[in-house]
């Protein structure tokens, strides 16, 4: 069974960097079709997909969030991990880590962490 478990902090404050990562288990990052996502929900919000690193390394952004967010993989820790720049308290939400192997369709998720951009 894959299990994924993101980590990172808690609370960042405006203007600086988010970083988290997404340790995977049970299965192996490199896998053919395994493409790892990074999926947030802010507060009352709808879930919004945020980008997705493919089992080659190959990396596609969402187009209003491209500019700030960088997806990389460390193979050697089965990780893959989230970097978004310039943090507003609009990006106060819980992110979550997801692997799809069927296109369109999200079959493992993480549990979510909270992270909450304030001064």
């Known amino acids: 069974q894959v299990q994924l478990q993101e980590s990172g902090p808690g609370l960042v404050k405006p203007s600086q960097t988010l970083s988290l990562t997404c340790t995977v288990s049970g299965g192996s990052i490199t896998t053919n079709n395994y493409f790892g996502s990074w999926i947030r929900q802010p507060p009352g919000k709808g879930l919004e997909w945020m980008g997705v690193?493919?089992?080659?390394?190959?990396?596609r952004y969402s187009p209003s969030l491209k500019s700030r967010t960088s997806i990389s993989r460390d193979t050697s820790k089965n990780q893959f991990s989230l970097q978004l720049t310039s943090l507003t308290p609009e990006d106060t939400a819980v992110y979550y880590c997801?692997?799809?192997?069927?296109?369109?369709?999200?079959?493992?998720w993480g549990q979510g962490t909270l992270v909450n951009v304030s001064s």
């Open positions: 997801a692997i799809s192997v069927v296109p369109g369709t999200v079959n493992y």
């Open positions: 690193i493919t089992y080659d390394g190959s990396t």
